[in-house]
C-alpha cells in the first residue's frame, strides 16, 4: 500500500480545542472563489501544522478576542433595549399609539434581516474584522443621530433606528463564525456561552440604563447616547487586538475555498436541521420580541390595575434585574448540560431546546393570568420563564456551526437571521400594538386608561404562549436529523484535507501515473 493510500485520516477530531491546536492568521488575504462549480462540490481543504506557522493565534490572543466579541454584543443588546426601558416617555414625547410604538422594534428588525445576507456574503469571503469595524462605527453614529430627531419628525425617528439594524447585521452575523474558527468541541459550546451571555445582560442593562439615565438628565435622549461611545471604543479594540483566525482552522482545515453563493444558499436550504432549528428559534424570537418590548410597560400597568403605581424606571430595574440573572442562569444551564448530555446523547442539543420553549409555556400563560391581582408571583414566574427561554441561546448557535461547513457559516447565520426575524421579532411587536390597539375599541377610553391597556396588552400577548408550543415541536423534529446532517459537514469538511506529507505523496502518485499513461501513449 503507498504512502497516499495509508495516511490519509487527517490528524484531529472534533474535540481538539484551542490548547492543543493553535490556528493560522491571516489578515489581510480575501478568500474569494465563485468560479463554477456544481452543487455537490464540497471546498479543496489542506492541514497546516500549528507549529510550521509563525503566525498562529496564541491562547491567550483567543480568550482575548471572544471577550471583545462578548463586549461589543453586549452594547449591540444594551442599545436595543434601551428603546423599551424609556418606551413611554418616547410615547409622550412623539404623540404615538402603541401600534407606532411597535414599529421601532419592526423596522429595526427589518433592516437587520434585509442587510444579513449582504453581510454573509462578505463574511464568508473577505476579511471580517474589517467589515465588523465598519458596521460597528456605522451604527454608533445612526444611534447617536436619532437622539436628535425632534417630535414633528417621527417617521425619521423610525428611519434612525431602523438604519441602526444595518450595523448590528454585521456583527451579528459574522462573531460567531470567528468563533467557531479558534474553538471546536466543548470549547467552543463554552465560548459561544460566554458569548451569548451578552444578550440577557445586554438586554438587562438597556432596561436599566436607558431607564436611569434618561431620569437623571430628564430627557429620554441621553439614554441613546451611552452606547455609541463605548461603540466608538470597541471598534478601537476589533482593529487593534483582533486578529482573523483561518476558515475552519478549528476543524484542522486550512485553504478552504468558497463555492458560488447559489450553491452555498442551495446547500443551506436543503440541511434539514439547519432549516428546523431556525424555525425554532424562529419562535423564540417572535416571543423575545413580543415581552421585550411590551413587557415592561405591560407591568407598570399591573402595577397600576392592583393599586400601587410603580415608576417607568422601578419597572424597568426590576424587569432588567430579572432579566441579568434569568438569562446568565438560563445560557450556563443551556450550554453545560449541552455539553455534558452530549456525551450520552448525540442529540442532546435540539432536545434542550425543546425542553426550554415547552417549559416556558406554562411559566408564561400563568405569569400573563396572575398579572392582574398577583404582581409578585408574576415577578417568579416571568422569571423562570426567561431561564427556560435563555436555555437555547448558544445551543442554537453551536448547531449551525456543526451542521454548516466553515466557508457557508456566514451565510447560514444571515439566513437564520432573516427567517428568525422576518417570521419572528420583526413583526410581533407591531402584531401585539395592533391587536392591543384593536382590542382597546372595545371599551371607553381606549389604551389612554392604564387599566384599558392592561387588558387589552394580556389578551394580545397570550399569542406568545402557543408560539412557544410551536417552537418546541419544531425542534423535537430537528433532533430526528441531527446526527446525520452533523456527520455530513464533518465529512464534507475532512474528506479531501490532506497533511504536508500524504499531499507530497498524493503529487507523487499523480505525477507517477501521468508518467505511466503517457509512457503507454508512446
Given at each position: 500500500m503507498?504512502?497516499?493510500?495509508s495516511?490519509?485520516s487527517?490528524p ?8 492543543d491546536m493553535?490556528v ?8 474569494v ?10 471546498p479543496?481543504v489542506?492541514?497546516v501544522s500549528?507549529?510550521?506557522d509563525?503566525?498562529?493565534i ?6 482575548v ?10 452594547l449591540?443588546?444594551?442599545d436595543?433595549f ?6 413611554k416617555d ?5 404623540g404615538?399609539?402603541n401600534?407606532?410604538?411597535g414599529l ?18 462578505l463574511?464568508?469571503?473577505f476579511?471580517r ?8 462605527l456605522f451604527w ?6 436619532g ?12 428611519i434612525?433606528?431602523?438604519?441602526v ?6 456583527y451579528s ?7 467557531a474558527?479558534l474553538f471546536s468541541g466543548?470549547m467552543?459550546?463554552r ?11 445586554g438586554?438587562?442593562?438597556?432596561y ?6 434618561a431620569?437623571?438628565f430628564?430627557?429620554w435622549?441621553?439614554a ?14 476589533i482593529?487593534?487586538?483582533l486578529?482573523?483566525p483561518?476558515?475552519g482552522?478549528?476543524?484542522g482545515?486550512?485553504g ?9 444558499l442551495?446547500?443551506?436550504l ?13 419562535c ?5 420580541g ?9 407591568m407598570?400597568d399591573?402595577s ?16 432588567g ?12 444551564l443551556?450550554?453545560?448540560?449541552s ?11 435540539p ?11 406554562p411559566?408564561?400563560?400563568?405569569a400573563l393570568v396572575?398579572s392582574g391581582?398577583?404582581p409578585a408571583v408574576?415577578w417568579?414566574?416571568?422569571f423562570?420563564?426567561e ?11 453551536d448547531?449551525?456551526l ?22 419572528g ?6 402584531l ?16 389612554d ?5 392592561f ?9 406568545t404562549t ?8 419544531f425542534?423535537?423534529?430537528c ?9 455530513a459537514?464533518e465529512?464534507?469538511t ?5 497533511t504536508?506529507?500524504?499531499n507530497a505523496?498524493y503529487?507523487?502518485?499523480?505525477n507517477?501515473?501521468s508518467a505511466g499513461l503517457?509512457?503507454?501513449k508512446?
Open positions: 503507498s504512502t497516499y493510500d495516511n490519509l487527517p484531529f477530531d472534533d474535540l481538539v480545542q484551542l490548547t493553535e493560522a492568521v491571516s489578515d489581510e488575504q480575501p478568500i472563489n465563485d468560479s463554477g462549480r456544481n452543487t455537490m462540490e464540497t479543496d489542506t492541514v500549528p507549529t510550521d509563525p503566525n498562529h496564541s491562547k491567550a490572543r483567543g480568550y478576542i471572544v471577550l471583545i466579541l462578548f463586549l461589543i454584543n453586549l449591540n443588546y444594551m436595543r434601551t428603546i423599551a426601558g424609556v418606551l418616547i410615547q409622550l414625547f412623539y404615538i399609539s401600534s407606532e410604538d421601532l422594534q419592526t423596522s429595526f428588525i427589518s433592516f437587520y434581516m434585509i442587510f444579513s445576507p449582504i453581510f454573509g456574503y463574511g464568508d469571503r476579511v474584522k474589517y467589515i465588523m469595524a465598519g458596521g460597528i454608533a453614529l445612526v444611534t447617536f443621530g437622539s436628535f430627531v425632534p417630535s414633528k419628525h417621527f417617521w425619521g425617528f423610525i434612525m433606528r431602523g438604519m439594524g444595518v450595523g448590528e447585521a454585521s452575523t459574522i462573531a460567531p463564525t470567528i468563533i474558527d466543548g467552543r459550546t465560548a459561544l456561552m460566554i458569548f451569548y451571555f451578552a444578550i440577557p445582560v438586554s438587562g442593562l438597556g436599566i440604563v436607558g431607564s436611569n439615565v431620569e437623571a430628564h430627557a435622549q441621553y441613546l447616547r451611552v452606547t455609541p461611545i463605548l461603540g466608538v471604543i470597541s471598534v478601537v479594540l482593529m487593534v487586538f486578529k482573523e483561518v476558515r482552522g478549528s476543524d482545515a486550512h478552504l475555498k468558497n463555492t458560488s453563493f447559489l450553491t452555498d442551495k446547500a443551506i436543503t440541511n434539514k436541521s439547519f432549516m428546523l432549528s431556525s424555525l425554532g428559534f424562529t423564540v424570537a417572535f416571543t423575545t413580543a415581552l421585550a418590548l411590551w413587557g415592561p410597560i405591560f407598570q399591573a397600576t390595575v392592583v393599586g400601587n403605581p410603580t415608576k417607568a424606571s422601578t419597572v424597568a430595574l426590576i424587569f434585574g430579572i432579566t441579568v440573572v434569568a438569562g446568565f442562569i438560563g445560557v450556563a443551556g450550554a453545560e448540560s455539553r455534558r448530555y452530549k456525551l450520552i446523547n448525540p442529540r442532546a442539543d432536545l434542550i431546546c425543546a425542553f426550554g420553549l415547552l417549559i416556558c409555556t411559566f408564561l400563560f400563568f396572575l391581582t398577583q408574576t417568579v414566574l416571568i423562570l420563564g431561564v427556560a427561554l435563555c436555555l437555547n441561546w448558544a445551543i442554537i448557535a448547531i449551525l456543526y451542521v454548516v461547513i466553515p466557508t457557508r457559516r456566514s451565510a447560514a447565520e444571515a439566513v437564520q437571521i432573516l427567517m428568525s426575524h422576518l417570521l421579532d420583526a413583526g410581533s411587536p407591531f401585539i400594538g395592533v391587536i392591543a390597539d384593536a382590542s382597546a375599541k372595545r371599551y371607553d377610553g381606549g389604551n386608561n392604564p387599566a384599558i391597556q387588558v387589552t396588552l394580556q389578551e394580545s400577548l397570550y399569542i402557543f408560539i412557544c408550543v410551536l417552537g418546541g415541536a425542534f423535537l423534529a433532533a430526528l436529523f441531527i446526527v446525520q446532517d452533523k456527520t459537514a465529512q464534507a475532512k474528506e479531501r484535507s490532506l504536508g506529507e500524504d505523496a503529487e507523487d502518485f499523480v507517477s501515473s503517457n509512457q503507454d508512446r
